[in-house]
């Protein structure tokens, strides 16, 4: 069985964060058209509370890809599981994503919405582990930076288990 354990970021410091990302948010934001676009599964919790942040009017749409351990992690080529449902030509994209770990997700993700002729795409993510760079990637809002370790919680799983706590911990060695 593996083990949650050590609390890496609490549930004051994400509260924190993401008021502070959503206030930064809204005041970028207010002449445009702001388009949030949330990457599923992970990157849900941190979408809900950072929306609920912005003081603007938005609208949000959501794309889901597969994930770690699959074609993401060699090759860089991103299955697209569920695409947009509406047009975002001309649009402001906010990509909300949980976690940028290679960059490999994030940087196919820019180049698909971008050859969608929004008028603008920018990145935020909760989370940054820049130690497994593979590809730059611009991260234009985030929440924390975190060291090369494995994370769960606040959305992101574990064979799909523990996305619903509240905080994020690190899973102990031994049970990867
Ligand atoms: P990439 O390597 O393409 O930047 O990240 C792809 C995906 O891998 C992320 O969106 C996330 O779903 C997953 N991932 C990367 N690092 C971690 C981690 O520490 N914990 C969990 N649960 N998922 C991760």
């Given amino acids: 069985m593996e083990q949650i354990g050590e609390i890496l970021i609490s549930e004051e410091r994400i509260k924190e964060r993401v008021t502070e990302l959503g206030a930064q948010i809204s005041r970028d934001y ?3 058209d702001l388009v949030a ?18 003081k603007i009017p938005l609208s949000i749409d959501f794309m889901a890809v597969s994930s770690y351990g699959m074609s993401t992690k060699s090759s ?4 697209i599981l569920k695409d947009l449902d509406d047009d975002i030509e001309g649009k402001d994209v906010l990509i909300i994503e949980d976690i940028v770990d290679t960059g490999l997700t994030l940087h196919y993700l820019m180049d698909y919405l971008k050859s969608r002729h929004p ?4 990145v935020c993510s909760f989370l940054d582990k820049p130690s ?8 234009d809002y985030l929440g924390f930076e975190i060291p090369d370790k494995f994370v769960v919680g606040y959305g992101l799983d574990y064979a799909q288990k523990y996305r619903n706590l ?5 899973l102990s060695e031994e049970d990867l």
């Fill in 37 to 54: 676009i949330g990457i599923l599964r992970g990157g849900v919790m941190f979408m809900s509370d950072l929306i609920k942040e912005i």
């Fill in 132 to 139: 497994r760079r593979k590809i730059e990637v611009p991260i």
């Fill in 166 to 170: 509240p905080y994020v911990s690190v």
């Fill in 30 to 32: 207010k002449e445009k």
């Fill in 119 to 122: 008028r603008s795409v920018k």
């Fill in 76 to 79: 860089g080529i991103v299955r």
